[in-house]
């Protein structure tokens, strides 16, 4: 071979490379994952200031790592909403998407005000999580709070096991290269573990005996505060399938009934094309959990001189 084919071929190659790398990063969002930090408080939650473009879809955190737009003076009315990957929707969501923002601009389009529906949330997190961070940052003079939940969560207690940087999706610096980072991250792990991953889906995970101590956390603050309150009890496909919770979300239930918890049933009116896998709603997913906790916000938030009837 000559030195001029040589030349030729390797920069084809560099060509090539080059445009791979740009096609991945400015297309597909590679190099913009969402970083993660630890917390001696909650475990682990997204840094704060985050703006990233990921698989196609645009995802926020603001200051305090909510995913959501930063707080504003003229914020008139606050609403929480904690939970886990459920509620956050994660880079395969869009932030015009997930439900928060969806009641967010429905309820301001609706009442003429700056009315706030903050998402709190991080993959895996319990309600024990979601209340240590409510303990460590208040609750923002929030007129109601509400908490997005499955039935894993009723056993999902915090073990403050490492994760950042240890998973794979808890990163917290971006990938030097995308393509490093596709195959990193993509595709030598589908090689290793593609049984696993095309596995039907079963159920959740116990993670431990107790019940978690973040449900009667939340009850006992709200009540103290006199702040309304309720739970939203989310299905996996399967419970949707079987049209029935699994034990720990009859725990759940029995939790809810017993304190006078309004608690929103999922399953009720939940479908198997609300899924994009085993438990995470897609985009029409997010829109029915949206209608349902919108429909319980309006019976429960009172704003001063409005009726939310």
Aim: aromatic content about 14%.
């Amino acid at each position: 071979m000559t030195k001029i084919k040589i030349c030729v071929i390797t920069i084809i190659l560099v060509v090539f490379v080059i445009s791979v790398e740009i096609y991945l990063r400015y297309y597909w969002g590679f190099c913009d994952i969402i970083l993660i930090q630890e917390d001696p408080d909650f475990e682990y939650i997204a840094q704060p200031n985050q703006t990233r473009f990921r698989f196609r879809h645009h995802v926020k955190y603001n200051e305090y790592s909510m995913r959501s737009e930063p707080l504003k003076k003229t914020d008139k009315i606050r609403i929480l909403g904690f939970g886990d990957s459920v509620i956050n929707g994660g880079a395969l969501t869009d932030q015009d998407s997930i439900a928060t923002t969806i009641i967010e601009k429905e309820l301001t389009k609706k009442y003429g005000d700056d009315i706030r529906c903050l998402n709190i949330s991080a993959g895996s997190w319990g309600p024990d999580n979601c209340y240590a961070y409510l303990e460590k940052y208040g609750d923002f003079d929030a007129e109601l709070i509400f908490l997005v939940v499955s039935s894993h969560d009723a056993h999902d207690n915090m073990t403050f096991e490492k994760s950042v940087d240890v998973h794979p999706g808890a990163p917290s610096k971006q990938a030097f290269s995308a393509i490093y980072e596709l195959f990193n991250r993509y595709l030598l792990p589908w090689k290793v573990t593609s049984k696993s991953i095309t596995k039907e889906y079963q159920g959740p995970i116990v993670k431990g005996n107790e019940f978690n101590t973040g449900f009667s956390s939340f009850f006992q603050y709200t009540k103290s505060k006199d702040i309304p309150f309720f739970i939203y009890l989310h299905p996996d496909k399967l419970e949707v399938v079987n049209q029935k919770y699994d034990y720990q979300g009859d725990k759940i239930i029995q939790f809810c009934s017993e304190n006078d918890i309004p608690l929103v049933q999922g399953i009720l009116f939940e479908n198997e094309s609300m899924f994009r896998d085993g438990i995470h709603p897609n985009k029409y997913g997010q829109k029915i959990m949206a209608k349902a906790l919108l429909a319980e916000i309006e019976k429960l938030l009172v704003i001063p001189g409005k009726n939310m009837e």
